[in-house]
């Protein structure tokens, strides 16, 4: 049965760090891996999905890489902001096409 | 294109009670999830629709869930008797396709107060 972790539960930061967030699964036979972010009260907004066969997807500020084999991904954020404060969750869906399992989030918190 | 469409925002009963919750997803989107989402944790599927055919129920608690989807468009998810740990964000999912495969659009999802 997959299991996602993500390191740190919590994360504050000065704003204009940069900083990364650890997601880790435990079934290394995955099809891809979908980051999000969630607002207090909101629903979950995609930020980057990377299919198994690449290593890493860019959007601005965001870079999310993919390490299948050690059953890693880290999304890296540039220049953090005090509007980039928010819950961001990895979730993985399954070689076959298993539907995603989410992890319990980093809860961020940028610093003005 | 619009999004995925959900209501209410938000809903406080009492406990014993019965909620519903609607959900219209992104037009085209064949496949529908409905997951649960409780305070410090990661989104759990309660159901995944196909077209109007349900493809996994496994972890939707059915004596007092049920969901469906007709005509393989909106979906209704309904609690019938509530009770206090069901208090959560119930959030609805869309995708092309089903599975894994395609990535999820969310919906802004309800937030549900048993009380």
């Known amino acids: 049965k997959q299991e996602v972790t993500q390191i740190p539960a919590a994360l504050s930061v000065p704003e204009g760090e940069n900083l990364v967030l650890n997601c880790s699964f435990t079934d290394s036979a995955i099809y891809n891996l979908q980051w999000f972010r969630q607002d207090p009260g909101k629903g979950l907004t995609s930020l980057l999905l990377i299919q198994s066969s690449q290593r890493e997807q860019t959007s601005g500020r965001l870079n999310a890489s993919l390490d299948k084999s050690s059953g890693r991904s880290t999304l890296y954020i540039a220049a953090s902001q005090p509007g980039d404060s928010a819950t961001y969750l990895c979730?993985?869906?399954?070689?076959?096409?298993?539907?995603?399992?989410f992890g319990p989030g980093t809860r961020l918190s940028v610093l003005p | 294109e619009a999004g995925v469409a959900q209501s209410p925002r938000y809903k406080i009963i009492e406990k014993r009670q019965s909620v519903a919750f609607w959900c219209n997803p992104i037009?085209?989107?064949?496949?529908l999830y409905w997951y649960q989402q409780i305070l410090g944790q990661g989104p759990k599927l309660l159901i995944q629709f196909q077209n109007n055919g349900v493809v996994d129920d496994s972890q939707l608690p059915k004596d007092r869930f049920s969901a469906e989807r007709l005509k393989g468009v909106d979906s209704t998810l309904k609690i019938q008797p509530a009770k206090l740990e069901d208090s959560a964000v119930y959030l609805c999912?869309?995708?092309?396709?089903?599975?894994?495969?395609?990535?999820?659009?969310f919906g802004s999802g309800t937030r549900l107060t048993v009380v």
């Open positions: 979730a993985v869906s399954g070689n076959y096409g298993q539907n995603f399992v």
């Open positions: 999912a869309s995708s092309s396709r089903g599975g894994g495969r395609y990535g999820y659009t």
């Open positions: 037009s085209g989107h064949a496949t």
